[in-house]
C-alpha cells in the first residue's frame, strides 16, 4: 500500500498519495483552466451567488464544465469536471481529473475521483475517511483567496475596472515609489545600457515593437509545446528560462519605457529641471501608473509594454543604425 504524504507551505498543499507530482501535467491543467477562463469572458452572464448547483446525472462521455455555478455530479462521468466560480460536488464517479478556480470539491460518501484534484481558491472535502482515489493521483490545492477569486469567475469584467477606494489610490501610489526606486537603481547600475534603449526605442519603436510581438507569440507557442514534446526535467527547464526571461524582460523594458516618457514629457509639456534623470524617472513612472489605472483599458496598456519590453531586450545586444539621424546605438 502506497504510503501518503503531505507538504504544507502556507496555504498552499500538494498531496500526492503515491508518485511524485508530474509538474508538466500540472502546467498544462493551469493553462487549459487559463484558456477556459478567457474563452468564457467573452460571453459572460453574471449568476446569482445562492444558485442551485447544475446536477448531471446518468453517464456522460465527456468532460462538464460549470461556468459561474456548481455542479453536482450523480452520474458518472468518463472524462473530468472543471468549474470556474463554483463548487463540483462528486457523489457518482469521475474517472478523469476534477479542477476548479474559486470553489471547492466536495467527495460524498462512496463516491470516486479516478484522476487528479487541481484546486485554486478553495478546499478538498472528503466523506470517507480515506476517499476513493487512485494511488497514481495527486492533490494540488491553493486555499487562499477564495472569497475573491469566486466573485472574479462570476464577473470577469470586474478586473477590468477599479473598486475606487483610499486603498486604492494608496496602492497607486505605492506603485509609483516601486517603479520610481527600481528605476532609478536599474539606471546608477547600468546607465549605458539605459541610454541605449532610450535611444533605440525612440528611433526604431515600430521595428522594437515587432521584434518583441514575434518574441512573444514564439515564447507562447514554445513553451507549451516543449512541455508536451521534450523529456519532462528538460521541457520544465526550458518553462523556467523562459519565465525569467519574460519577468527579466518586463521590469528592463518599463525602466527604458518610463525613462523616455519622462524625458518626453520634460520636452513637451513640463519643462520641469529637463536636465534632470530623477524627474524624468519620476514623471515616466506618474504616467504609467496613471494609465494602467484606468479602466477597461489597462490591458490593452499592458500588453504593450510586454511586447515593447520584449522587443528592447531582445535588441539590447544588436546596434542598430539610424540613417535619418546618423546615431547609431
Same mark, same amino acid.
Given at each position: 500500500?502506497?504510503?501518503?504524504?503531505?507538504?504544507?507551505?502556507?496555504?498552499?498543499?500538494?498531496?500526492?498519495?503515491?508518485?511524485?507530482?508530474?509538474?508538466?501535467?500540472?502546467?498544462?491543467?493551469?493553462?487549459?483552466?487559463?484558456?477556459?477562463?478567457?474563452?468564457?469572458?467573452?460571453?459572460?452572464?453574471?449568476?446569482?451567488? /445562492?444558485?442551485?448547483?447544475?446536477?448531471?446525472?446518468?453517464?456522460?462521455?465527456?468532460?462538464?464544465?460549470?461556468?459561474?455555478?456548481?455542479?453536482?455530479?450523480?452520474?458518472?462521468?468518463?472524462?473530468?469536471?472543471?468549474?470556474?466560480?463554483?463548487?463540483?460536488?462528486?457523489?457518482?464517479?469521475?474517472?478523469? /481529473?476534477?479542477?476548479?478556480?474559486?470553489?471547492?470539491?466536495?467527495?460524498?460518501?462512496?463516491?470516486?475521483?479516478?484522476? /487528479?484534484?487541481?484546486?485554486?481558491?478553495?478546499?478538498?472535502?472528503?466523506?470517507?475517511?480515506?476517499?476513493?482515489?487512485?494511488?497514481?493521483?495527486?492533490?494540488?490545492?491553493?486555499?487562499?483567496?477564495? /472569497?475573491?477569486?469566486?466573485?472574479?469567475?462570476?464577473?470577469?469584467?470586474?478586473?477590468?475596472?477599479?473598486?475606487?477606494?483610499?486603498?486604492?489610490?494608496?496602492?497607486?501610489?505605492?506603485?509609483?515609489?516601486?517603479?520610481?526606486?527600481?528605476?532609478?537603481?536599474?539606471?546608477?547600475?547600468?546607465?549605458?545600457?539605459?541610454?541605449?534603449?532610450?535611444?533605440?526605442?525612440?528611433?526604431?519603436?515600430?521595428?522594437?515593437?515587432?521584434?518583441?510581438?514575434?518574441?512573444?507569440?514564439?515564447?507562447?507557442?514554445?513553451?507549451?509545446?516543449?512541455?508536451?514534446?521534450?523529456?519532462?526535467?528538460?521541457?520544465?527547464?526550458?518553462?523556467?528560462?523562459?519565465?525569467?526571461?519574460?519577468?527579466?524582460?518586463?521590469?528592463?523594458?518599463?525602466?527604458?519605457?518610463?525613462?523616455?516618457?519622462?524625458?518626453?514629457?520634460?520636452?513637451?509639456?513640463?519643462?520641469?529641471?529637463?536636465?534632470?534623470?530623477?524627474?524624468?524617472?519620476?514623471?515616466?513612472?506618474?504616467?504609467?501608473?496613471?494609465?494602467?489605472?484606468?479602466?477597461?483599458?489597462?490591458?490593452?496598456?499592458?500588453?504593450?509594454?510586454?511586447?515593447?519590453?520584449?522587443?528592447?531586450?531582445?535588441?539590447?545586444?544588436?546596434?542598430?543604425?539610424?540613417?535619418?539621424?546618423?546615431?547609431?546605438?
Amino acid at each position: 500500500m502506497a504510503i501518503s504524504s503531505l507538504q504544507s507551505l502556507g496555504h498552499v498543499q500538494l498531496h500526492s498519495p503515491g508518485n511524485s507530482l508530474s509538474l508538466r501535467k500540472t502546467l498544462q491543467a493551469a493553462l487549459l483552466l487559463v484558456c477556459w477562463w478567457l474563452s468564457a469572458a467573452a460571453v459572460w452572464a453574471h449568476t446569482p451567488g /445562492d444558485e442551485v448547483p447544475v446536477e448531471i446525472s446518468g453517464a456522460v462521455n465527456s468532460t462538464v464544465f460549470g461556468v459561474g455555478h456548481s455542479i453536482r455530479i450523480t452520474g458518472t462521468v468518463t472524462q473530468g469536471a472543471m468549474a470556474l466560480g463554483g463548487d463540483i460536488i462528486v457523489e457518482g464517479t469521475v474517472e478523469g /481529473d476534477v479542477a476548479t478556480i474559486g470553489g471547492s470539491v466536495i467527495q460524498a460518501a462512496g463516491a470516486r475521483i479516478g484522476g /487528479d484534484v487541481i484546486i485554486i481558491g478553495g478546499t478538498y472535502e472528503h466523506l470517507d475517511p480515506k476517499p476513493n482515489r487512485n494511488p497514481s493521483s495527486m492533490t494540488m490545492m491553493y486555499a487562499g483567496y477564495e /472569497d475573491g477569486l469566486r466573485n472574479l469567475m462570476r464577473n470577469p469584467s470586474e478586473l477590468l475596472k477599479p473598486h475606487w477606494s483610499s486603498g486604492y489610490f494608496g496602492l497607486r501610489v505605492l506603485a509609483v515609489l516601486f517603479w520610481f526606486v527600481i528605476s532609478l537603481a536599474l539606471t546608477a547600475v547600468m546607465p549605458a545600457t539605459i541610454s541605449r534603449g532610450m535611444a533605440r526605442l525612440q528611433l526604431t519603436t515600430i521595428r522594437v515593437a515587432l521584434i518583441g510581438l514575434a518574441g512573444l507569440l514564439v515564447t507562447i507557442v514554445g513553451v507549451p509545446l516543449s512541455l508536451l514534446v521534450l523529456p519532462t526535467p528538460l521541457g520544465t527547464l526550458v518553462g523556467l528560462l523562459a519565465l525569467i526571461l519574460i519577468a527579466v524582460s518586463f521590469l528592463f523594458g518599463r525602466v527604458i519605457i518610463f525613462a523616455a516618457t519622462g524625458r518626453w514629457l520634460q520636452r513637451k509639456y513640463i519643462p520641469l529641471a529637463r536636465g534632470s534623470e530623477t524627474v524624468a524617472l519620476l514623471l515616466g513612472s506618474v504616467f504609467w501608473v496613471l494609465l494602467l489605472s484606468l479602466p477597461y483599458i489597462w490591458p490593452l496598456v499592458v500588453a504593450g509594454l510586454m511586447i515593447v519590453s520584449f522587443g528592447l531586450a531582445l535588441t539590447a545586444r544588436y546596434k542598430i543604425v539610424s540613417r535619418d539621424l546618423g546615431i547609431r546605438n
